[in-house]
Structures are given as C-alpha cells and as structure tokens.
C-alpha cells in the first residue's frame, strides 16, 4: 500500500482531511521543544492546538501528516501512530521520491513552455517542435494518448505532483508523464499500447471495439479513480494518439476546447470526448447574434425547452436514436405516455422530432438554447 492509498484510508476511515507539510530533522526538533504534549518516543506532538505526524522520510527532510486536534480522539491518534509506526514508508519510497522529484522539474519546464506559447485559454494553435532545450523531448517522440485533467477542487494545494504521479503511474501500469499547465490543470501523456494492448486482453476475441470505445472506457475508468481517491470533482478529456514532440500545442488547445464544449453544453458531464462534439464546436464558432436570429427563425415558442420534463424526454430519445420504444423503458413510463409528450411538442413548438428533418432541428435548438437561455 503507497503513501496516498495510506492516507486516504485513514482520511476515509476517522472522517478528516490530513495535511501535508514538509520539515527539516532539525526543525521537527524544535517543534518537539516547543509542543504542548508529546511523548518521548512518539511520533505526534501537539502544538497550538493542531497534531503533526511524523510521516515520511528522505534523507534530512520529513513530511508530516496534521489535523486539527479536537477532530481526533485519543484512540483515533493512537491508531494513526501505530499505522505510520509499522508501514515503512519512507525507506521504500526514498528512491522514487528522488526520482519524481527531478521528473516534475522537467514537467513544470515543458508546462511553462505550454503556458508561454498557449496562455491560459484554448485557442487554435499552430503546431511547432518541442524546443530541443526541453529534456523531456526525447522521450516524447513516441505515439502517446493525451488526457487533459482539470480540478474543481477548492483547494487545489492539496494535491502533490508526487502523490497524482504515482496514482497515475499505478492506473496505468507503466510509465506516464504528468505535466503541470495551469493551478488546476494537468496534461497526461501514457503510450498508448499502455491502453490498447491492456484493452486488448480484455477483450474476448470475437469483440470488435472502436478506438474511440476503448478510449472512452478507459477515461471513464481514470475519472472514477481520480473523483474518490483523490481529486474529487473534476473534468477529464481524451484524445486520439498523437506524436507529443511534434503535435503538444495542438493537442493541448483541443483538449481545452473539449473540456470547454463540455462544461457547456452537457454539464452533468465530467468526461468529455471530442469525436462527441462535432456540433456544440460548429454552434460554438457561430456567432451569438446569428444564434438568436435561426432560434427565432424556427422556434414558435422559446419557452418550451424550459420545461424539465421537456427536456429530459428530448434528450433521452435523441440518446437513444430516437427509437420511442427504448426512451419510453429509459424514462420508466409507457410508450402512449411518451407519444403524448411528442405530440404536445410538436403541438407547441410545430417540429416533430419522429421525422429525420425536425429531428435534427430541434437537437440544434437544444444546443442552442443551452448556451443562449442565460443570456
């Protein structure tokens, strides 16, 4: 078990959130001078009303675990010691930390180029090479599947680029590279016979899944892991392989844009795929003006996809191909129930999404209204 698997169990396990904090041996010793309470041989103190747990080691420099003491109770603490007691941590980890150490350098100068070339928003790039000067170039020649990870935690100091790495590495079963772009957002570059290969042994023979298939699943997969043991809430987007060296800004804009599309216009979504958004990127390049003007051109009454039941019906049966059958089982009512809603649309609003052509109106409009209702 890993330093992060450790701590989220104990964070889960006693109900608290555990701090990170780094310290030298000589000023945990002066913390020891200055505390309120702690044993000789233990390895908490308290002062000012907050518990330090002494956690990980390497070399001079130690981590340390803290909670606010009224969240503990004394047995509580004890178990925290007697885990940190008997997991060596620090011995087992001491080579990796070191390592990583040096890997997030080389992320944080790549994602600073990123950052220079890019800023903050997605914007249509211009491919060019990753500067020669950056280290990591060489190993980025490679055909490698990009994911772009974007927090919604509040407190996004909470997350270590050595605790995401590992997590990441672990999921992955093979070496990735995590790269920093902005406070909240993280590029994920994984070979891609990392997925392929592993989405291949799962498989039974006679399976045909597309590419984009195997990569949804796949994302759907990091999502979870991602949303319960560490990040919480958050976005995560996918693409097809590319060549990092060659394609990264390119790649990094339409992952923001994907994420963007999104949030936009699916925001009960947190993964986000962009062979999925075809239309909401044609809409979204429309201009706002010309979007109001084709609504009111088409739409007798604007006010109908207000309606929660509206909407939910619409969206059900445009999910499932428009079959009246399945959204009628999908929405748990009867098919005449159904029929009845179509028929009041069509009544409302003229379109009637059974035929190809205002079917195809109205999931425009849908898209629409969802960017324009607010406004």
């Keep these: 078990m890993n330093n992060l698997t450790i701590k989220s169990r104990l964070e889960q396990l006693l109900d608290v959130t555990l701090s990170v904090s780094s310290s030298t041996e000589s000023e945990w010793n002066h913390l020891r001078e200055q505390a309120d309470r702690m044993d000789e041989n233990a390895i908490s103190l308290v002062l000012d009303g907050v518990i330090y747990f002494r956690w990980i080691q390497e070399g001079n420099q130690i981590q340390l675990l803290s909670v606010e003491e009224d969240r503990l109770k004394g047995a509580e603490r004890s178990l925290i010691e007697w885990i940190l007691e008997s997991t060596p941590l620090g011995a087992k980890d001491t080579h990796i930390t070191r390592s990583t150490a040096s890997e997030e350098q080389k992320a944080v100068q790549l994602g600073e180029w990123i950052a220079e070339q890019l800023g903050v928003q997605y914007k249509v790039a211009t491919d060019q090479d990753i500067p020669d000067s950056m280290t990591l170039k060489s190993r980025l020649l490679p055909n490698m599947i990009p994911i772009l990870l974007v927090s919604e935690h509040p407190h996004p100091t909470h997350t270590s680029y050595l605790d995401l790495y590992k997590l990441l590495k672990s999921y992955f079963g093979g070496e990735v590279y995590l790269i920093p772009l902005q406070e909240k957002e993280w590029l994920i570059l994984c070979p891609e016979e990392l997925i392929f290969m592993a989405s291949a042994d799962d498989r039974e023979e006679d399976s045909s899944e597309k590419p984009e298939e195997t990569l949804g699943s796949f994302c759907e997969g990091l999502y979870e892991l991602l949303s319960s043991e560490w990040l919480g809430e958050c976005h995560v987007a996918i693409s097809h392989p590319v060549v990092p060296a060659r394609m990264l800004l390119s790649t990094v804009a339409l992952l923001r844009e994907t994420v963007y599309l999104g949030r936009a216009f699916h925001v009960t979504s947190n993964i986000h795929l962009p062979w999925m ?9 429309i201009p706002d003006g010309e979007r109001r003007h084709f609504m009111d051109r088409v739409l007798a009454r604007s006010d109908v996809f207000m309606d929660t039941e509206t909407l939910t019906t619409l969206e059900t049966f445009f999910s499932l191909d428009c079959n009246v059958s399945d959204t009628a089982k999908k929405l748990y009512i009867h098919r005449n129930t159904l029929l009845y ?25 849908l898209l629409l209204y969802k960017v324009t209702k607010r406004k």
């Design 341 to 365: 809603r179509l028929d009041k649309i069509k009544q409302e609003t003229g379109l009637d999404v059974r035929t190809f052509g205002d079917a195809v109106l109205v999931k425009l409009i």
């Design 277 to 285: 958004l075809h239309m909401e990127r044609l809409i979204n390049s």
